[in-house]
């Protein structure tokens, strides 16, 4: 569940990335902001898809300052809404004509029942139905990227979590389970994550593009300043003991750009840092390697922004 003292990577085995385009969602503070300015610092074009701009710009005026040389730029995007998902999407492909990565990193954890703008629960609303359509509207163009690349230089890197073990299934008769617990539907929100990942493997492969998922490791982040009570007191003493952000986003990295990371991985579930899930708390569960729930998920997810128009 922790961080080893030496991590058999680091940001710093990184390559060159001064070609590459990358897409974070989230990427204002935590793991996603300490990924960006891994990514910045090795030269890579890095686009921060985040609601609040004057969070953001402020994220990207810090990272500037340890990297004067940053090619960082904000794109307007609320994961919770489909209708600032497109906008952010339409905002970038104006912008650029090539992604190299897309890092679906943002997320929500342990907020009170509640929807989206189209009727979700926020949880999965947010951290699977957002991404999935961001997914599905810059695939044509991390298609197009792939096409001028070596294989498996494009990738789509969904930052999941160990509690994706949470649930047993998705129950798509009830996705909203109202009265279940905030952890068993935070819990189907990250198994989403991993099954969206291994379903798009099996479609973007074809065209040189890896998929992949991860657990970014036990993070001493915001995330959890939406628990309560006695778990918000047991965190305030636990979290001494978990990783920073900085180490935190070396698995995203990893996922990212390492090119240890190749077509023959895709599809699979990395833990930290840079391993294929394993042992008995990191071993992704039996419903993240079920391939027909993956594609039970995708066609209902298919099913679902359709009915929204996309």
């Not at 390559?15 to 890579?44: M, Q, W, Y």
């Not at 978990?242 to 990212?256: K, L, R, W």
């Not at 240890?260 to 391993?275: A, Q, S």
């Amino acid at each position: 569940m922790f961080f080893s003292r030496e991590p058999r990577f680091t940001p710093k085995d990184l390559p060159d990335l001064s070609h590459l385009v990358i897409l974070v969602t989230g990427g204002n503070n935590g793991i996603g902001k300490e990924s960006i300015l891994a990514f910045c610092r090795k030269g890579a074009k890095v686009y921060m898809a985040a609601r609040t701009e004057s969070k953001a710009l402020a994220a990207i005026q810090d990272i500037k300052s340890k990297v004067p040389t940053a090619k960082v730029e904000f794109i307007e995007m609320d994961l919770s809404s489909f209708s600032s998902v497109k906008k952010g999407a339409d905002d970038f492909l104006s912008k650029e004509t090539k992604l190299h990565v897309l890092l679906n990193n943002a997320g929500v954890m342990c907020l009170p029942y509640s929807k989206t703008a189209e009727g979700f629960e926020i949880q999965f609303g947010t951290n699977h139905m957002g991404h999935f359509l961001l997914t599905k509207l810059l695939l044509p163009i991390l298609i197009s990227t792939a096409k001028a690349c070596d294989p498996g230089t494009v990738r789509v890197v969904n930052v999941s979590s160990l509690v994706h073990n949470k649930t047993e299934t998705i129950t798509f008769d009830d996705m909203h389970d109202e009265n279940g617990p905030i952890w068993r539907r935070y819990g189907v929100s990250k198994l989403a994550n991993v099954l969206h990942a291994k379903a798009l493997s099996k479609r973007a492969k074809e065209h040189g593009i890896i998929a992949v998922s991860l657990h970014p490791g036990i993070i001493n982040s915001g995330l959890w300043g939406n628990m309560s009570g006695i778990t918000s007191a047991l965190w305030g003493i636990a979290k001494y003991f978990f990783t920073t952000p900085e180490v935190g986003a070396y698995t995203n990295v990893f996922c990212s750009a390492s090119p240890k990371v190749t077509m023959e991985d895709t599809g699979d579930y990395y833990v930290p840092v840079g391993v294929k899930g394993a042992g008995k708390i990191h071993i992704p569960s039996r419903a993240a390697r079920d391939d027909e729930l993956a594609e039970k998920l995708w066609e209902w997810s298919e099913t679902e922004v359709a009915k929204h128009g996309y």
